[in-house]
C-alpha cells in the first residue's frame, strides 16, 4: 500500500465482487450489490448510461442499487458503481452491467446493448 507522509493512503479502491448483470421480471425490484477494499473510507456512488456517458442516480451512495419496479425502459441503461478513496480522491468504476427486464406476460425482454 502506499502511503504519503501522513500515514494516508493513496490507492484507488479495488472491487472484491463487482456487481453483476440481473434478470428482472417487470414490476420487481432489481438489486445490484458490490463490495470493495478498502470497505471504510471510501464513497460510492451508482451511475446509469449508455456505456460512454454516465449520469449519477441520485441518493444511490451505498454499495446496492436498489431499482423498485422495474419498467422495460430501465433496461435501457447500463448501471456502474464508483468508488472513491476519501483521503486521496483516487477512484475505480466498476465494468457496466446490464439490466434485462422480461415481460412475463407480453413475452418480451429488454436489455441495453
Known amino acids: 500500500m502506499l502511503l504519503t507522509g501522513a500515514g494516508v493512503a493513496t490507492l484507488s479502491p479495488v472491487f472484491t465482487s463487482p456487481p453483476q ?12 450489490t458490490s463490495s470493495y ?38 433496461a435501457a441503461s447500463l448501471y456502474r458503481l ?14 457496466p452491467v446490464s439490466l434485462t427486464v422480461v415481460d412475463t406476460a407480453g413475452g418480451r425482454a429488454n436489455k441495453a446493448e
Open 82 to 95: 464508483r468508488v472513491t478513496n476519501n483521503a486521496s480522491k483516487a477512484f475505480t468504476d466498476s465494468q
Open 37 to 74: 477494499t478498502p470497505a471504510t473510507g471510501v464513497s460510492t456512488q451508482w451511475s446509469r448510461g449508455t456505456g460512454t456517458s454516465f449520469s449519477t442516480i441520485s441518493g444511490a451512495t451505498t454499495a446496492t442499487l436498489n431499482l423498485p419496479a422495474v419498467k422495460l425502459s430501465d
Open 21 to 32: 448483470p440481473r434478470i428482472v421480471a417487470l414490476g420487481q425490484t432489481a438489486s445490484f
